[in-house]
Every structure is written in C-alpha cells, then in structure tokens.
C-alpha cells in the first residue's frame, strides 16, 4: 500500500506503444493486464500487485544491479526517495497509479491478431469512428478532444453509483447488459462478470444525467468492449437463442432497437470529444452503424470481423 498526494495534484503520465500488435501482445504484455486488475484505491491509499516482484530485486547485486535500478527509478537521496525505495525491495514495484498505457495497432495481414482477454482488458477505439478525419478543418478544426486522465476506481460499488441521476442503482445498466449477454450466450462471445464491472465504471465515471447520456454511454461500451470481440463465419455467428434472427449480429440490432430508442431517433452526446466553444458535439449511434457494416460483410462474405 502507497499513501499518494491527491489525486488533483497527480501528473498522468502516457506510454504509447506504436505498433504493438508487430508480436503478439499475450507473449510481452501477459503480466501487465494481469497485475491492471488488482489496482485499488481506498480512503487515499493506493494498492497494486507488484509487477517486478521483491525477490526479483533483492536477487540483484546490491553494490551494482539494486544501484543501478535505483538510479534509472531516478530515486535520489532524499528520505521520500529513501522510503519508496524500501517499499519497492520489501514489496516490489507496482503500476503507478497515475500511468494510461496506449497502444496503436494495424490490423492487417503483417500484424497479429487479438485474443479476447486482451480485449477484454483494454478499450477498443476505432479512432476512424471515435476520432474521424476531416478535411475541411485539417488547419483548424472546430472540435477538440476532451482529455483523459487515469481511474480512481476498478471495482464499482453501490455507493459509487449513488450520485448518478440516470442509473442510481445500476439496474438499467444491468438490464442492458443481461439482454446483450442473451444474444451471446452459448457463443465464444459470452460476457463474464468483468464486463459488468467495466460497464458500471464507465456509467459512474461519465455519471449521464438522463436516459439520453446513459446510452450514449452504452453505445461506447458496445464500441469499445464487446464489438472488438465478434468476428467469425456464418456457422460460428448462428443465433441459436432468437427465431427471428438468424445470426447474432441481426439479434444485437434488434436489442439496440429497443435499449437505444432514444439515441436512434435524436443525435447522442459524443463523450469523448467537444465543441472548442464547450458546447456539446452531437452525433449519431456509432454501434448500430457498426453492426450493420458488419452484418453486410457477413452476408457478402461469408465472415465478418470488427476490424476495417
């Protein structure tokens, strides 16, 4: 356990890796995406598993290797540089709490693909739907990115979700997401409780006022989350729980249908970029335009994937 500064006076720090799908991620990044989930904040205090174990530290030679470490960790010789590092060799080195690791990936016939519980712990951006291009305003572009920061929270609780006007409780959210999993059950595709958990930080995190914001909400998690997670052939995307839809991405349709009602016939909030005067950039359901592109390359290829 680490007793950090306030959160407001905390620097995010971004690691960009380019190209990261050039190897496959599970054979460099198995560690990291494991120790992700165990970060935790409480009552201020920040607890992470170590990603360089103790005893990995202690195996180092003190007068050369432990030194070395502590000179690339640029940890001096004062008493908190001191401290920290009498907790990385009693404890070993967790993840920061204030680093965002990103990646750029191609997805073509030099890269390699990924499994799902890479993405299962990471949020997909299609940045040519999140961030598309325009070149009317290549000089100067009336709208900006609304910045990212790192998360306080990786568990969601009841309480959490107490101050959120448009889901209180969770149970919408809940709903939501059972009737997805409906359509995925018995499908390599099926959501565990982990997509639950995303979802609901992502309701708490976004806090939407009204039903409008809340499925602008769910309409970026199926985006970022469970979209990036289908790919197959006409056999292995069957829809075996609905009569009336014969695969399961004309099932998910049917489900947006319902759960999206209200950004289907107005334009939705975008959460992730702004107008430069602040006033709300309006768009319309990114998912719904996804599965049908998807959909239409299933029935004109007999496969579909997420990816362009």
């Not at 905390?10 to 799908?21: G, H, I, R, S």
């Not at 990044?29 to 992700?36: G, I, P, T």
């Not at 910045?147 to 959490?160: G, I, M, N």
């Not at 995190?205 to 970026?220: C, G, H, M, R, T």
């Amino acid at each position: 356990q680490l007793v950090c500064k306030e959160t407001t006076d905390m620097t995010p720090y971004w690691l960009c890796l380019d190209e990261m799908n050039l190897a496959p991620v599970e054979q460099y990044f198995a560690d990291y995406l494991s120790v992700l989930e165990s970060r935790k904040w409480e009552d201020g205090i920040y607890s992470c598993y170590p990603l360089l174990v103790s005893d990995t530290i202690n195996a180092l030679d003190q007068e050369h290797g432990q030194k070395a470490l502590r000179k690339d960790l640029k940890l001096l010789d004062t008493k908190e540089d001191d401290d920290l590092w009498n907790y990385f060799v009693t404890s070993g080195i967790p993840l920061p709490p204030n680093l965002i690791v990103a990646g750029t990936v191609n997805m073509d016939e030099t890269t390699h693909g990924f499994s799902r519980k890479v993405i299962d712990r990471a949020f997909t951006i299609d940045f040519g739907v999140f961030y598309p291009n325009d070149y009317e305003h290549y000089f100067e572009s009336p709208i900006r990115p609304k910045t990212l920061s790192f998360p306080l929270l990786s568990q969601v609780s009841k309480a959490d979700l107490e101050y959120v006007k448009a889901d209180a409780e969770g149970l919408n959210s809940i709903k939501f997401l059972t009737a997805i999993n409906t359509v995925l059950k018995g499908t390599p595709f099926e959501l565990a409780y982990r997509a639950l958990n995303e979802l609901l930080l992502a309701v708490v995190s976004f806090a939407p006022n009204d039903d409008l914001e809340l499925q602008a909400v769910w309409d970026d998690f199926l985006m970022s989350k469970v979209l990036p997670r289908i790919d197959g052939d006409t056999e292995k995307l069957s829809n075996s729980v609905d009569d009336n839809s014969s695969d399961i991405l004309s099932a998910l349709l049917d489900v947006i249908g319902i759960s999206f009602k209200d950004i289907l016939i107005n334009q939705r909030l975008d959460l992730l970029r702004e107008n430069k005067d602040k006033n709300p950039l309006m768009i319309s359901c990114r998912s719904k335009q996804k599965l049908e592109w998807m959909k239409a390359r299933l029935t004109l290829n007999g496969f579909t994937t997420f990816w362009p």
